[in-house]
């Protein structure tokens, strides 16, 4: 597995020179493309990096999903799909358009921007901070690591050019969705701004990939939670990419703007990549194609 993963970051390294960093986040721009990195842990806890894996970047979109999984445990399924619905958009993710179809009422999935927003704003916690901080201690519970943690600057960064969420989240509070635009816009950069590596990640992967259940043995996130959590990483993790994805390397899998990659192999392995050059669409140009190789390689693809 180890010289695998040499070989494919050798053999996929040429593309970080496609892609380009995400430019509308200023910190994000000052990023060097020219990274590429995998983590990989398996069920019976092997740890195989490659490349340049102790790089830290943001989860960016990729915290999406454990959010949802605290809205949903603080608040139950059916109030938060009450909210936010189930289906994949087919658009980019910080799309308004679909919102102005008045007859959805909601985002149409937790996965976009729009229902990010949502779900954040059902976390419990009186504060922007204090949900944050509920989100931390999972993801340190999740990885074993107390030293992740949010970057401020990150967070100033693109909340100094939230221009197009701030929009969103008017739009939600117009459709009764939200409450607080500002505390809500500032949890959710918040969140997009904690800080990993590809290490940290596999190890969130190999807990969705156990079901909930951490690496040491916790369970964390309830089995129904957590096979829940898989299938928008299917239908909506990669963006308006979900579908050639799933076809393509047939891992579920969320992606975030920082070019980190997250993916979960049921009963086998917690994967994280990370190559900052990113496609029109925002996923990591050389990320997606070492996760594609990797799948073949190793008949990963769980369909
Ligand atoms: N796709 C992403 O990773 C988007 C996250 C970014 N913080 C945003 O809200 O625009």
């Known amino acids: 597995m180890q010289q695998t993963l040499e070989q494919l970051i050798e053999a996929c390294y040429s593309l970080t020179g496609e892609g380009n960093c995400a430019e509308y986040i200023p910190l994000l721009a000052e990023v060097n493309p020219k990274q590429l990195a995998i983590a990989i842990i398996t069920h019976d806890h092997q740890v195989y990096q490659a490349g ?13 999903i454990f959010a949802l999984a605290l809205a949903v445990m603080d608040q139950g399924e059916a109030k938060v799909f009450d909210r ?22 909601k985002p149409l999935n937790p996965m976009i921007n729009a229902g990010a927003m949502v779900v954040t704003s059902m976390i419990k916690g009186r504060t922007a901070q204090e949900k944050v901080e509920r989100l931390l201690a999972l993801l340190r519970e ?13 967070y100033q960064s693109e909340m100094e050019h939230a221009n197009r969420n701030r929009a969103l989240a008017y739009y939600l509070k117009e459709l009764g969705l939200i409450e607080d635009v500002e505390a809500t816009l500032e949890a ?3 969140q997009c701004a904690i800080q990993v590596t590809c290490e940290d ?3 969130m992967g190999l807990c969705l990939a156990r079901y909930g259940v951490t690496d ?3 369970p964390l996130i309830p089995t129904a939670i957590s096979k829940m959590l898989k299938t928008f990483m299917v239908t909506c993790g990669m963006y308006n990419s979900s579908g050639e994805f799933a076809i393509k390397v047939g891992i579920p899998a969320k992606s975030g703007v920082s070019g980190g990659i997250l ?3 049921p009963n086998r392995m917690g994967i994280g990549v990370f190559g900052p050059a990113l496609d029109r669409k925002g996923n990591s140009v050389a ?3 070492l996760l594609e190789e990797l799948s073949k390689r190793f008949d990963l693809s769980i369909f």
């Open 201 to 203: 990640m596999a190890r």
């Open 52 to 64: 340049d894996y102790q790089a830290l970047f943001t989860l960016q979109s990729i915290s999406k």
């Open 216 to 218: 040491r043995g916790t």
């Open 142 to 154: 999740m990885t074993g690591n107390p030293k992740i943690d949010m970057v401020e600057e990150v």
């Open 263 to 265: 993916a979960a192999v």
């Open 84 to 105: 936010v619905g189930m289906e994949p958009t087919g658009d980019p993710f910080n799309s308004i358009y679909k919102m102005e179809i008045f007859s959805y009422e």
């Open 188 to 190: 959710y950069i918040r």
């Open 287 to 289: 990320g997606v194609k």
